[in-house]
């Protein structure tokens, strides 16, 4: 099979470290190397995203803001999707958040269904409240995800939303949305180690 997107592209990664072709976790194997926050790098998406004849992975068109489903060269299904709306937060370290949908390879390393969202710090700065303990019950919501989730990394997965207007728009935080009806049909289809190809 052959990627029809373009043949290389420079991607941005803004997760703060993320393995090109391992999943969720992992540690990269010889040969593989770990991407910084902020670094740019030539990524050849013809090589990269080879799969079966058989096998099911996603392409997600940033800038068309699409999700599709193949298995091998054939198209299964086309979703809209919500992604990152841009901008920056500072911390308090003088780091910076960042609200774009990272670009690049690669694979879903959990599935959740009915999941609970875990509020990290920005949340409650851009609010403008005091961020409670790590794990403190009150950084846990219901239904902010959806229905599923599919993650790719700690800080992005693919979610289901309530917020049916968010979806199709740049309005995220980097995460992509769907809406539940639509994530409902991917989220069988794809198993742990599913590739998931970013592009912008």
Same mark, same amino acid.
């Given at each position: 099979?052959?990627?029809?997107?373009?043949?290389?592209? %420079?991607?941005?990664?803004?997760?703060?470290?993320?393995?090109?072709?391992?999943?969720?976790?992992?540690v990269?194997?010889?040969?593989?190397?770990v991407i910084?926050?902020?670094e =740019?790098i030539?990524?050849?998406y013809?090589?990269?995203?080879?799969?079966?004849?058989?096998?099911? $992975? *996603?392409?997600?068109?940033?800038?068309d803001?699409?999700?599709?489903? $193949?298995r091998?060269s +054939?198209?299964?299904?086309?979703?809209?999707?919500?992604?990152g709306k841009? !901008?920056? *937060? %500072? %911390?308090?370290d003088?780091s910076v958040?960042?609200?774009?949908t990272?670009t690049?390879?690669?694979?879903? !390393?959990?599935?959740?269904e009915?999941?609970?969202?875990y509020?990290?710090?920005? $949340?409650?700065?851009e +609010?403008? %409240? =005091?961020?409670?303990p790590?794990?403190?019950?009150?950084?846990?919501?219901?239904?902010?995800?959806?229905? $599923?989730?599919l993650?790719l990394?700690?800080?992005?997965?693919i979610?289901?939303t309530?917020?049916?207007? =968010?979806?199709?728009?740049?309005? =995220?935080?980097?995460c992509l949305?769907?809406?539940?009806?639509d994530?409902?049909?991917?989220?069988p *289809?794809v198993?742990?180690g599913?590739?998931?190809i970013?592009?912008?």
């Amino acid at each position: 099979m052959t990627f029809s997107g373009p043949r290389t592209v %420079r991607s941005i990664f803004t997760p703060l470290a993320l393995v090109l072709g391992v999943g969720f976790g992992a540690v990269p194997a010889a040969g593989q190397g770990v991407i910084a926050l902020g670094e =740019s790098i030539e990524v050849d998406y013809a090589r990269a995203s080879a799969v079966g004849a058989e096998e099911v $992975y *996603l392409h997600v068109s940033v800038d068309d803001r699409r999700l599709s489903v $193949y298995r091998g060269s +054939k198209l299964l299904h086309r979703f809209p999707v919500g992604v990152g709306k841009g !901008g920056t *937060l %500072r %911390r308090l370290d003088g780091s910076v958040w960042e609200w774009s949908t990272p670009t690049g390879i690669f694979e879903i !390393g959990r599935k959740k269904e009915d999941p609970r969202w875990y509020a990290p710090d920005w $949340y409650f700065i851009e +609010k403008g %409240r =005091s961020v409670p303990p790590d794990y403190a019950e009150e950084r846990y919501f219901d239904g902010m995800l959806g229905d $599923y989730a599919l993650y790719l990394s700690d800080e992005i997965a693919i979610h289901g939303t309530e917020d049916r207007a =968010s979806v199709g728009r740049a309005a =995220s935080h980097g995460c992509l949305r769907m809406h539940n009806e639509d994530i409902a049909v991917v989220f069988p *289809l794809v198993r742990i180690g599913t590739k998931v190809i970013v592009t912008p």
